[in-house]
T-cell receptor, first 115, second 113 residues
């Protein structure tokens, strides 16, 4: 059974609309992340949360807002969608510190297409 | 400016051969290097990782060789199998910060039977 669940797996949206990507993990991790993978770029780090607090934000646009309602949830709200937002969005999780050197584990992704 | 580079972009080997995937980086602060394997339609799966204090890490058929002076590392896949056909990503992180992984563009490996 997948330990990091992302919903939906596929998502089609209209330009200008708003969508929420869901992520929940059952690994007992306290740190969660969002990464984006688009056709012409490497996997890009977007956000990191530790104990439900924002630690790092590498997303220039405020249209992307992570939301953590529970410690094992980290949803991603995207507003005013643009065609350039089309990508696969991956949620990941890990223990919060890097001391134990266990790299993040990734979910299956949500494939977003903006028309 | 891409901080982590991978080569080749694609690689084809025959079953049983050793596949060698290369990675280089620029930031001297990077000290932890995980490799991920990704199959089409799936998320990246952690394969093997190495700390910069080591020059070699083995896990079954997978071995990382690390050269800190040259800022280079390579993933060797021994006895390649068709099931190893996937895209392999080298990533880097600085342990002083959060888990912000910087990924390379990937090497698409095809193992011919």
């Amino acid at each position: 059974d997948p330990k990091i669940i992302q919903k939906p797996k596929y998502l089609v949206a209209v330009t200008g609309s708003e969508k929420i990507l869901i992520c929940e993990q059952y690994l007992g991790h306290n740190a969660m992340y969002w990464y984006r993978q688009s056709a012409k770029k490497p996997l890009e780090f977007m956000f990191s949360y530790s104990y439900q607090k924002l630690m790092d934000n590498q997303t220039a646009s405020s249209r992307f807002q992570p939301q953590s309602s529970k410690k094992n949830h980290l949803d991603l709200q995207i507003t005013a969608l643009k065609p350039d937002d089309s990508a696969t969005y991956f949620c990941a999780s890990s223990h919060p510190d890097t001391y134990n050197n266990q790299a993040p584990l990734f979910g299956e992704g949500t494939r977003l297409s903006v028309l | 400016q891409q901080q982590v580079r991978q080569s080749p972009q694609s690689l084809t080997v025959w079953e049983g051969e050793t596949a060698i995937l290369n990675c280089s980086y620029e930031n001297s602060a990077f000290d932890y290097f995980p490799w991920y394997q990704q199959f089409p339609g799936e998320g990246p799966a952690l394969l093997i990782s190495i700390l910069s204090v080591s020059d070699k890490k083995e896990d079954g058929r997978f071995t990382i060789f690390f050269n800190k002076r040259e800022k280079k590392l390579s993933l060797h896949i021994a006895d390649s199998q068709p099931g190893d056909s996937a895209t392999y990503f080298c990533a880097a992180s600085a342990s002083s910060g959060s888990w912000q992984l910087i990924f390379g563009s990937g090497t698409q490996l095809t193992v011919m039977p």
